[in-house]
């Protein structure tokens, strides 16, 4: 395969209106700054600059040229930041079977698709990802859960009266990465590839797999042997992807499924591809949505490859830049201690870069050595962020916390209200101050790790057998 774009090919656009769409985008190093195009004549996709080092995409971000127009809305022309709101919001609006309602305008990827990767709807593929759901869970909150006090146990944990949770594990295979790989995924059909690959911990290979399914293309994913839990290798497989088991841990296997797919001109849909990290800006942009464009005083993530915190960061100095938000929230990136480069770079000022043998229970951000380092840097120093590690008993602990509520996450999502709790006994996340954290992957993702192990007991099928078992167990009390 090489990026001749095929006009024979089965599902593809005319190969002049594939060109009209990216001929605006180029990519550009994050550190030597050098520019290329998309389509370079000779050559499979590009993932690094001749320098070694990551790209980023860049767009011109405009607004389309024919707009929606709503009475009583301000003058667009005098206000382009209201247009663009005005634009996200009757998207958003629309319902599945209303004029217009198509799977991809209902994408909450592909909804914000001018700050993203501006493509006309035949050239994008969907399962209408996103519009995950934000939970208030701070502990004066009332309004907010109104009927559900088990949420403020989390924001009493974490010691703050203003948290929202925002659930990436309600994506369609169940993490955030269907929002990176939806747009990955579109791009390698579009550059007339038959296959894509991946090393993964788990939720990559998951999302990998669908996408590459609706596609029509094959997928390759390497994982580490014996490290990915069965949920996760479930997706993988069920949805017909090509597994390969590597002795070692996901950096040797990230190593390793980059020179195969440029030996064997295979793309690549590993977050060193920066349309996948492009598509991971959406939930910056749906975040700021839900809270009305009115930006929070901190964003925490958990932070392994370090892609969603290079994504969130980039999103949210885009925003700025295009007034729809006047000031940028904090970053704070949470590692495991026991896979924490970016912590140990941090710590140091970022005068070098350091890479760990990974040990930790939560798998998803189990790396070492994270290719996304150079664009996280950026974003942590622009953002004035700052970068924290939390123990794994720490995680566990969070949590319980988490699933008690009824909300429930992968041990890796749980590193976020571990994280937070830190911050704030530290003094430096304020309790009176707002706070947006993710939470990447659906509990169901791990159903082992953290997860309370029952006693298995059969009674007889009468009321006498039941009171005695509750006796046992304890009396049933209302929840505090």
Known sequence: MDARIDDRQEGMLPAASIRQALEQVRLRCVACRAFYPVLEPGRTARYRCNCGEVLDVEIPLRLPASLPTSSGSAPLDRDPAAAWRQLFAERAALVPGAPGASIVQRSGVWRYRELILPLPDEAIISRAEGNTTLYAVGSDQQQETQASPGLRRIGDY??????????????????FKD???????????????????????????????????LAGLQALVFLPAGQVAGGKLAQTLAYGARMIQVNGDFDAAMLLVEQVCDELGIYLLNSLNPFRVEGQKAIAFELLQQLNWQAPDWLVLPAGNLGNTSALGKAFLQARMLG??????????????????FYLSYREGFVRRHAVQAHTVASAI????????????????????????????????AKAVIDRAGIGCEPASAATVAGIRKLVRAGIIKPSERVVAILTGNLLKDHQTGIPRAETVSIDPDLASVRRTLDALGPLTSPS
């Open 324 to 341: 729809l938000i006047s000031r940028l929230p904090r970053l704070a990136a949470i590692q495991a201690a026991g896979a924490n480069p």
């Open 179 to 213: 929002r990176g790989m939806v747009v990955g995924v579109t791009m390698a059909r579009l550059m007339g590839a038959r296959a894509v690959a991946c090393a993964s911990t788990g939720n990559t290979s998951a999302s990998l797999a669908s996408y590459a399914a």
């Open 158 to 175: 974490a010691g703050l009266a203003q948290l929202y949770l925002k659930h990436e594990g309600e994506n369609p295979t169940g993490s």
């Open 366 to 397: 189990k790396i070492g050595n994270p290719v996304s380092y150079s664009r996280a840097r950026l974003v942590i120093q622009e953002c004035s962020g700052v970068v924290e590690e939390v123990s794994d008993p720490e995680i566990l602990e």
